[in-house]
């Protein structure tokens, strides 16, 4: 089936006009319309007011395109990771932590994709409950967030989706908050629950603070014997999201034993390769280059 036009054409991604609308009543908002058509770079985000509004302005339609690219897979090299989020967001109950949370951009392009699928009868309009917790350092970052899922989430209704959603402060750097976040998203019953980071690469670097928060996250979704699956979206040809995926690969590695140890359960871990792919700015209507790249894990934890 064609993808919609309203998300792809001329070998373009548009992002949904779902995710377009919020985007810009929200710039209306804080007087940063025109802003946001220069402002292409924005900053990789941060802890002060200033830095939240500055990364939304410049850098949300980016990372929100780049979980856009994942869903709807345009080039059709991603069919096994395409396939499965389809699964992932078809009829069940889903619990999602998003890591770091920020304005939501990747978050919110995923949804919204899933929703213009719906829309357009690429996908069933089953019924799909979605339990959200955004997780982040910054409460300006997340106060967007919870604003930009105030202003769509009553559509999604209309194609069988119902979403509620949290946030929560949280130091990426304390394996302790860490581990509470996880107690917390595993402690209510649901059909499968993701583990979604992105765009986390900025802040991590060459940085060693968050790996123990990293390790436990792995760990706790590879022993706790619960249907899983992780995906990690980060920029393409991004040095910094290289040594992360390196860092992560290694880490994964580490734990593959657990997986047979601890869960009776089918496992499966892929790299998304560096993919290059070409959007049309919400704003400026400017063709722009974008590019990704990624890690997908999947934990089955039912009997087999």
């Given at each position: 089936?064609?993808?919609?036009?309203?998300?792809?054409?001329?070998?373009?991604?548009?992002?949904?006009?779902?995710?377009?609308?919020?985007?810009?009543?929200?710039?209306?908002?804080?007087?940063?319309?025109?802003?946001?058509?220069?402002?292409?770079?924005?900053?990789?985000?941060?802890?002060?007011?200033?830095?939240?509004?500055?990364?939304?302005?410049?850098?949300?339609?980016?990372?929100?395109?780049?979980?856009?690219?994942?869903?709807?897979?345009?080039?059709?090299?991603?069919?096994h990771?395409?396939?499965?989020?389809?699964?992932?967001?078809?009829?069940?109950?889903l619990?999602?932590?998003?890591?770091?949370?920020?304005?939501?951009?990747?978050?919110?392009?995923?949804?919204?994709?899933?929703?213009?699928?719906?829309?357009?009868?690429?996908?069933?309009?089953?019924?799909?409950?979605?339990?959200?917790?955004?997780?982040?350092?910054?409460?300006d970052?997340?106060?967007?967030?919870?604003?930009?899922?105030?202003?769509?989430?009553?559509?999604?209704?209309?194609?069988?989706?119902?979403?509620?959603?949290?946030t929560?402060?949280?130091?990426?750097?304390?394996?302790?908050?860490?581990?509470?976040?996880?107690?917390?998203?595993?402690?209510?019953?649901?059909?499968?629950?993701?583990?979604?980071?992105?765009n986390?690469?900025?802040?991590?670097?060459?940085?060693?603070?968050?790996n123990?928060?990293?390790?436990t996250?792995?760990?706790?979704?590879?022993?706790?014997?619960k249907n899983?699956?992780?995906?990690?979206?980060?920029?393409?040809?991004?040095?910094?999201?290289?040594?992360?995926?390196?860092?992560?690969?290694?880490?994964?590695?580490?734990?593959?034993?657990?997986?047979?140890?601890?869960?009776?359960?089918?496992?499966?871990?892929?790299?998304?390769?560096?993919?290059?792919?070409?959007?049309?700015?919400?704003?400026?209507?400017?063709?722009?280059?974008?590019?990704?790249?990624?890690?997908?894990?999947?934990?089955?934890?039912?009997?087999?």
């Amino acid at each position: 089936m064609k993808i919609p036009s309203d998300l792809f054409e001329n070998k373009q991604l548009k992002l949904s006009p779902l995710l377009i609308k919020s985007y810009i009543d929200k710039l209306n908002v804080l007087g940063k319309f025109e802003e946001s058509k220069v402002n292409l770079q924005g900053s990789i985000g941060g802890n002060e007011e200033d830095e939240a509004i500055n990364h939304f302005v410049g850098r949300f339609p980016n990372g929100a395109v780049r979980s856009q690219y994942v869903v709807i897979n345009p080039d059709g090299d991603l069919n096994h990771i395409a396939s499965q989020l389809a699964t992932v967001f078809s009829d069940k109950t889903l619990k999602i932590l998003y890591l770091p949370c920020g304005s939501g951009a990747g978050l919110v392009g995923l949804l919204t994709t899933f929703f213009t699928l719906r829309q357009h009868k690429y996908y069933p309009s089953l019924p799909l409950n979605i339990e959200i917790i955004g997780a982040d350092y910054s409460s300006d970052a997340l106060s967007i967030f919870t604003e930009m899922m105030n202003s769509i989430s009553k559509e999604f209704l209309k194609v069988g989706i119902n979403i509620s959603y949290s946030t929560q402060q949280w130091d990426a750097t304390s394996n302790t908050e860490t581990m509470k976040l996880m107690h917390q998203f595993f402690a209510t019953q649901a059909d499968e629950h993701f583990v979604f980071f992105s765009n986390f690469s900025g802040a991590t670097g060459t940085n060693n603070n968050f790996n123990d928060s990293f390790r436990t996250v792995l760990d706790y979704v590879a022993t706790i014997g619960k249907n899983s699956t992780i995906l990690w979206i980060e920029p393409g040809n991004f040095k910094k999201a290289e040594r992360l995926f390196v860092k992560i690969g290694m880490l994964i590695d580490s734990i593959k034993k657990l997986w047979a140890q601890f869960t009776d359960s089918n496992s499966d871990a892929c790299e998304i390769s560096t993919r290059e792919f070409k959007f049309i700015h919400p704003t400026s209507l400017n063709e722009l280059r974008g590019n990704i790249s990624g890690l997908r894990l999947i934990i089955d934890g039912q009997d087999r």
